[in-house]
């Protein structure tokens, strides 16, 4: 419910909400009946939690809200404040799928110091479609895109772990959407980060690029680029 904050005293280790792949699913575990770990409104906060095998229904024949956002959908906080928005924190998301947004997703969604790890998106958005990260750490999900259309990436750590859809080849560029506006004409900004792959993005600023396993970064000036993380002192 709205304005409610759920805390797992003993953190994420040991407090899991697990989801499910639906009774009657496609490869994916998509279907009708298949659980997403969890639904957060607007000034509501859940806070140390693994959100972990979270699943939705079928693109095809579904309506948006029910294939988007595996492990967690971010509800619609349109016309709050960012301390109004529905926030994840200290939360660790694995194992989820979606069609867009394979651990999360949600114009307004915040997560804060979260790990998304192996989670996996069929459409776009492995980690997460839309919303914001605070301390966050990104590595081997797979998909097409990592988060597409987020608007504030801030002292998050991206590794060269996050995998093509095909699972063999690094993703080129991490988080692609970055480049460009969101669908509401807002800037990305993106500062403070620790890309330990390719980037290639205006919007990056104050941030440590390290050269990744397919080749050299191409980031804004105004960035620290190094040819390995032993390089930064």
Avoid: H, W
């Avoid at 797992?8 to 280790?13: K, S």
């Avoid at 926030?87 to 069609?99: D, F, K, Y």
């Avoid at 692609?176 to 290639?200: H, R, T, Y």
Wanted: charge should be negative.
């Amino acid at each position: 419910p709205m304005g409610v904050t759920l805390v797992a005293d003993e953190g994420p280790e040991v407090t899991i909400i697990e989801g499910a792949s639906a009774s009657e699913s496609d490869s994916n575990g998509f279907g009708a009946d298949a659980v997403r770990c969890a639904s957060v409104r607007k000034n509501a906060v859940l806070r140390g939690f693994t959100l972990r095998n979270g699943r939705c229904a079928n693109k095809e024949t579904s309506e948006k809200d029910d294939y988007v956002g595996g492990g967690v959908l971010m509800e619609n906080a349109s016309g709050c404040l960012e301390s109004e928005f529905p926030r994840l924190e200290n939360c660790i998301l694995t194992g989820n799928s979606a069609a867009r947004g394979g651990a999360g997703c949600g114009q307004y969604g915040v997560y804060v110091n979260c790990r998304f790890a192996g989670n996996k998106a069929t459409a776009t958005s492995s980690a997460f479609y839309r919303g914001m990260a605070y301390g966050c750490y990104l590595d081997a999900n797979i998909g097409d895109q990592l988060c597409r259309y987020a608007t504030k990436l801030i002292n998050c750590t991206v590794t060269d772990g996050n995998l093509k859809l095909n699972g063999t080849d690094e993703m080129s560029n991490p988080i692609p959407d970055f480049g460009s506006k969101n669908p509401e004409g807002v800037s990305p900004v993106i500062n403070g980060c620790i890309f330990l792959c390719q980037i290639n993005s205006a919007y990056v600023t104050n941030s440590i690029v390290v050269k990744g396993r397919y080749g050299a970064n191409t980031a804004a000036e105004a960035n620290i680029a190094v040819e390995s993380i032993q390089s930064v002192k």
